[in-house]
């Protein structure tokens, strides 16, 4: 429900061919917090991120913070990972195994909670 409320579509959430038990795990209360204040700040909304998944209490040194806004990043990621990549994905599988997704129907990650 979380999730929903976040904006995240409805095909996103159903998950084709996934076993029983992958299906039985519930989403991480932390996590859904985490893309509702992405998605406010998106809006514009002024969101205090640090009650979010992974935030430090204490301010990353100066060069990093630098080097994320030459970047034109922020020091967090969304959960699904970058939109921008899996828009790529979506165009790679496309292309390649001639399969049709959304990047909202994408989700990768260097690990789990």
Excluded: M, W
């Excluded at 509702?36 to 514009?44: C, D, F």
């Amino acid at each position: 429900k979380c999730l929903q409320e976040a904006g995240v579509s409805e095909d996103a959430l159903e998950v084709p061919h996934v076993s029983s038990i992958a299906k039985s795990i519930s989403e991480s209360r932390t996590a859904a917090v985490q893309a509702l204040a992405t998605k406010l700040q998106r809006e514009g909304r002024n969101v205090n991120a640090a009650l979010c998944i992974g935030e430090p209490d204490y301010a990353p040194p100066p060069e990093v913070l630098r080097s994320a806004s030459l970047a034109g990043g922020g020091l967090g990621a969304d959960v699904q990972g970058d939109v921008g990549l899996r828009q790529e994905i979506c165009e790679d599988l496309k292309q390649r195994k001639a399969v049709v997704y959304k990047p909202s129907q994408i989700c990768f990650s260097d690990g789990g909670k």
